[in-house]
């Protein structure tokens, strides 16, 4: 029972890092209603951009302390990530909004390819060190560990969920963002540009996924190209469990898989007798989130997106 | 826009038989005689690294070779690298393998993993064309029955006993935790250690289990933690295992990480960080450094491809063997060289090579290395060395 | 107008309809010859294996196509089959049932397990609905992964080598067979056998898609509630798009795995389900010919852009990029533009061409 609280602990750490991650795909999800697959090469192309910046920087022997180093990273990688948003959205996705839904689907799967093997391209096919910039000096309490770095990532999530809350409901941006999710014709028709809404709203998921990935990148210390693809479907299975479109939700949702994977795979042993174990984390959390699903069918917190009878 | 998908399903159809017929082309008629070597390993997807990795070892010794000059059955002979993708993936894999047939080259070097590697055996087999593989470590690819079947990588049961029996008797291990990694290689070795330990008298506190894409450990390492083991092994590859030390020490899990040759690479290091230190691993084979040709191996190699990831050398040394039969043969024909294959004794770049019955490599030495400060220092080898060898 | 006219008369006509499906037929019989000759053995092989995923897109076209049931975790189904197949015919428990047996029962047995995965998902709509086959999919490859502790089940990641070939009667199928004069080398025999099927598959697909229960699962993909409104039961009705699906599927994996010889848990991953579902979607959700298209382009694609490296050859006279780089970046791209250009898929049926040219592509599907 001693280790509960560790497990806890890495739970939290490890759904806030599927927050990060989920918080961007969701805000995408929520106002085109897209499983965009290519998120999680975005997240991918900002950690291995932050890496070419640092790597730079660390190479070039001036003497920076480690934080503004990586921030100096994610001011780059941030940039390149919204840009890539933009041109995705505009390239593959506008062309398809009348389209059926699954068009759509198909070419985020093929952006999603073209950017994986393009990154094995251009950085290479082998696992990258990220360096260790961001302090991680350890505290330990009631027999648990945590360090800096892991609380700076839980209060980060924390934060850009607030922000994004913010955003989207106390700002004119947020409320021509939340209409054009609930009905982007009517929304045009009262004065919001739809496009721009969009194009908006998809940059604005790109920088945080530019985010989510330097964070993922320096609290694990690699960046490979391939490593888009796990973390993509984490999110959605985050996004889809807290309800889709829903930001809290995103949060939740990715809270409650990173604590569930942790705790499942800390107890499924004991519960079952040694028959099951941690080789079963995953089918412990997709069981929970099935469980979910049957008695909360739009998700925990419920969906916002368009009603369609 | 196309109007008529019949007319564009066969435009589609005719433009593949064209594409296809590109490659179909016969060999080139020259001076030398060209003989084709086929590798295939993934070139793309999450293990690419060693796919490429195993790629630049076979073509170092096909460009070295064909700078020397070799001379077989009277002609000079010009070696060509066919090398093909195989995605990491069973059916692709044996499609490939179809190609190279078709390709009629002379040897494969291949594939990278016992997942690809056993059902292309098959069709190698049927077509008589002797494969050998740099890294496949599943027992079965050489318990089928083929005699052209053969590997250079010392399989699961011979590694795994001697890390089990060194774990305990060496590093004096009591309380033993396992992780792996889920795949053939990480399972194979990491069961062969839990046995040889257990045989050698240790007591196995926890047996953990993760896969060969996930980078975070700390809930496996919480329960490992709990159980106070002298000695965590894991069975699995470099790139979870950097991160898996670097969270051992975030979360104060005092025991000392013993790997296979998975881990045993220099990516390792970097990954690692500053918990590298003092992690134990094993590789089959004498240290690089020590055979004769090895440095010069570590040199050309790095100059052209950078660092070495792991299975290169065995890839290396793969494509030298081949040519090696062949040479004693003086045929490059596969039904002339085999036998010569199957009875061979080469010094290569990883230690001595030579094949048992089945196709595997004759229990040959496998050597355990530590890091210290930031790079591996031989610990000692155990067992079969040259001497040992017929 | 009058081109149209004479275009549809040349449709009906019986002699004409006869005369395409004798030669397609024809076709279809000389095709690993006539591929064998011109462009080697290994693409009968990809012929073969096309044919393999031409059964498991229409089976998927059943749940995604005809019930516009999302699914992304089909893959699990062929896993069953195959597995069902491999475990039975086999050194590993030593049985060695014959495949006339083993087909029908992995049927039979995936079926159930399609009833089993669909049934939790019934209140489901969308993505959740995705999430959840996702889920189902990922669950059956790590229990297929992990049970050879403490009982040996599956053999787990080592995967069950050393399967049966398939045998009829005497004849076994990986052997090289003489018929009529013609050398018959095994893989011709398994692309033979995997041909006869896919048309049983398609048979039934039609019949399907033309009965009671065709309707139905056209009225809950278009409009559930009203379905529901006009007295179909939807639960029976979306439980059975599941099992015909799964059936397809686990037939195609006893296939596979008496073809390959060997099966792993590699074979089963999550992006399996998506390429079968981009199979489905770009060949043209819901329209048999359309379904194969797809099946055979996102098959032969890949394989093809291995040419990549003769072609820059013959193109630019050296290689510029190294094929293996390009390759499936080429094929995320051609993913990109054919969704681009053509948004209902490269073959659609009439009707979702209809749908989309009138800009009603966005309500009427997937959404349900």
Redesign the interface.
């Known amino acids: 029972m001693?280790?509960f609280l560790?497990?806890l602990v890495?739970?939290i750490?490890?759904g806030s890092?599927y927050a990060l991650v989920a918080l961007g795909y969701t805000m995408v999800y929520g106002i085109l209603?897209l499983?965009n697959f290519a998120h999680g090469e975005v997240v991918m192309i900002g950690a291995m951009v932050a890496l070419t910046v640092i790597q730079l920087l660390i190479g070039s022997g001036i003497a920076l302390p480690g934080p503004l180093i990586a921030a100096l990273g994610l001011l780059i990688a941030m940039p390149v990530c919204m840009a890539l948003g933009y041109v995705i959205e505009r390239v593959?996705y506008r062309?398809?909004?009348?389209?059926?839904?699954?068009?759509?689907?198909?070419?985020a799967?093929?952006?999603?390819?073209?950017?994986?093997?393009?990154a094995?391209?251009v950085w290479?096919?082998?696992?990258h060190?990220f360096p260790?910039l961001l302090p991680?000096a350890?505290h330990t309490f009631a027999g648990a560990?945590v360090?800096d770095l892991q609380i700076f990532i839980v209060l980060l999530a924390a934060a850009i969920m607030a922000g994004l809350l913010a955003l989207v409901h106390r700002t004119r941006l947020g409320r021509a963002m939340r209409a054009t999710s609930q009905n982007p014709a009517v929304a045009g028709l009262m004065g919001v540009n739809v496009n721009t809404v969009i194009s908006i709203t998809f940059v604005i998921g790109s920088a945080l996924a530019a985010v989510a990935g330097i964070m993922?990148a320096a609290y694990?210390?690699?960046a490979?190209y391939?490593?888009g693809?796990?973390l993509g479907?984490k999110a959605?299975?985050a996004a889809?469990?807290g309800g889709?479109g829903n930001l809290a939700g995103a949060m939740l949702g990715g809270l409650l898989l990173g604590v569930i994977?942790?705790?499942?795979?800390?107890y499924i042993?004991p519960l079952t007798g040694?028959?099951l174990?941690?080789?079963?984390?995953?089918?412990f959390a997709?069981?929970v989130?099935?469980l979910v699903?049957?008695f909360r069918?739009?998700?925990l917190l419920g969906e916002r997106v368009a009603e369609?009878? | 826009m196309i109007r008529k998908p019949l007319v564009l399903a066969s435009c589609a159809l005719a433009a593949a038989f064209m594409l296809a017929g590109c490659g179909k082309g016969a060999p080139q008629a020259g001076a030398a005689v060209v003989v084709r070597i086929g590798q295939v390993s993934p070139l793309t997807g999450p293990q690419a690294h060693l796919g490429k990795d195993n790629d630049n070892g076979a073509r170092l010794a096909i460009e070295e070779l064909n700078a020397k000059g070799v001379t077989i059955g009277g002609a000079k002979v010009k070696f060509e690298l066919v090398s093909e993708d195989d995605q990491a993936d069973p059916k692709t894999g044996t499609i490939v393998a179809q190609k190279l047939v078709d390709a009629r080259v002379a040897g494969v070097i291949g594939h990278l993993n016992s997942g690809t590697t056993i059902p292309a055996s098959r069709i190698y087999h049927d077509a008589g064309i002797p494969q050998i593989s740099p890294s496949a470590t599943n027992p079965k690819y050489t318990h089928q029955g083929y005699q052209g079947a053969f590997r250079v990588m010392a399989n699961d049961v011979q590694q795994g006993k001697v890390l089990g029996e060194y774990a305990v008797a060496k590093l004096g291990a009591k309380k033993i935790a396992i992780i792996d990694d889920r795949t053939a290689y990480g399972q194979g070795l990491a069961d062969e250690f839990e046995k040889a330990a257990k045989a050698t008298g240790a007591a196995i506190v926890a047996r953990e289990y993760t896969t060969d894409r996930a980078t975070d450990f700390r809930s496996i390492l919480t329960n490992v933690k709990a159980k106070q083991p002298d000695l965590l092994f894991y069975g699995g590859m470099d790139a979870q295992a950097g991160p898996m030390v670097a969270q051992m020490k975030t979360l104060a899990v005092k025991a000392r990480f013993l790997a296979g040759d998975g881990t045993q690479s220099l990516e390792f290091i970097k990954l690692a960080g500053a918990a590298a230190d003092g992690v134990v691993a094993s590789s089959p084979g004498v240290p690089l450094d020590k055979m004769p040709g090895g440095r010069g191996f570590t040199e050309r190699f790095t100059a052209k491809y950078g660092q070495i990831q792991i299975y290169a050398p065995y890839a290396y040394d793969a494509v030298m063997t081949l040519v090696n039969a062949m040479q004693k043969a003086n045929s490059a024909q596969p039904a002339k060289y085999l036998p010569e294959l199957a009875k061979i004794s080469y010094q290569g770049v990883t230690g001595p090579i030579a094949f048992d019955e089945k196709g595997d490599l004759r229990s040959g030495p496998i050597t355990l290395y530590v890091v210290k400060g930031g790079k591996w220092d031989t610990l000692e080898t155990v067992g079969g060395g040259a001497a040992a060898q017929k | 107008m009058f081109l149209a006219d004479r275009r549809q008369k040349l449709r009906r006509d019986p002699r004409l309809v006869w005369a395409a499906t004798i030669a397609l037929g024809v076709l279809l019989v000389a095709l690993p010859f006539v591929t064998d000759w011109a462009a080697g053995r290994a693409w009968v092989r990809i012929a073969a294996f096309a044919l393999l995923y031409v059964m498991l897109a229409l089976g998927l076209n059943i749940v995604v196509g005809y019930a516009g049931l999302l699914d992304l975790g089909y893959v699990a189904f062929f896993a069953v089959g195959a597995y069902f197949y491999a475990l039975l015919a086999s050194p590993h428990f030593d049985l060695h049932l014959p495949f006339w047996l083993l087909l029908p029962a992995g049927a039979a047995v995936t079926c159930v397990f399609g009833v089993l995965l669909g049934a939790p998902t019934l209140r489901l709509r969308g993505d959740y609905l995705a999430i959840v086959t996702l889920g189902f999919g990922e669950i059956i490859r790590i229990f297929l992964l992990n049970l050879n502790a403490p009982v040996n089940i599956t053999n787990g990641p080592q995967g069950v080598n050393l399967i049966d070939p398939i045998r009829l009667g005497d004849l076994s199928l990986a052997q090289t067979h003489t018929v009529l004069g013609f050398t018959v080398p095994a893989v011709y025999n398994y692309y033979y056998l995997f041909l006869a099927l896919v048309l049983g598959v398609i048979f039934v697909s039609v019949r399907l898609e033309d009965s009671r229960i065709g309707r139905a699962w056209a009225a809950i993909r278009e409009d559930e509630v009203a379905a529901a409104a006009m007295g179909i039961n939807t639960r029976d009705v979306k439980l059975l798009a599941f099992a015909m699906g799964a059936s397809f599927g686990g037939v195609s994996g006893g296939l596979f795995a008496g073809f390959q010889g060997f099966v792993s848990p590699e074979s089963f991953t999550i992006i399996e389900s998506i390429m079968i579902l981009c199979m489905v979607v770009l060949g043209g959700m819901g329209h048999i010919p359309g379904v194969i298209l797809g099946a055979v382009l996102l098959v032969v694609l890949p394989e093809a852009l291995r040419y990549l490296g003769p072609l820059q050859q013959a193109l630019f006279g050296r290689v510029l990029a190294d094929p293996a780089d390009l390759r499936l970046l080429v094929f995320g791209l051609a993913l990109i533009l054919v969704m681009l250009l053509r948004p209902s898929g490269l073959w659609p049926s009439a009707l979702r061409r209809r749908e989309l040219a009138a800009g009603g592509g966005a309500a009427a599907d997937g959404r349900a």
Do not use: C, K, W
């Open positions: 001693d280790i560790q497990q890495n739970g750490v490890l890092i209603g499983i593959a062309p398809l909004r009348a389209a059926p839904r699954l068009a759509a689907l198909i070419t799967i093929g952006v999603s390819i073209l950017l994986q093997n393009l094995m391209i290479g096919r082998q696992y060190a260790a991680a350890p560990t360090d993922v694990y210390g690699i490979h391939f490593m693809f796990t479907l959605f299975t889809v469990l889709i994977e942790s705790l499942g795979a800390g042993g040694g028959f174990g941690s080789h079963y984390q995953d089918v997709f069981v989130l099935i699903l049957v069918p739009s998700g369609r009878s």
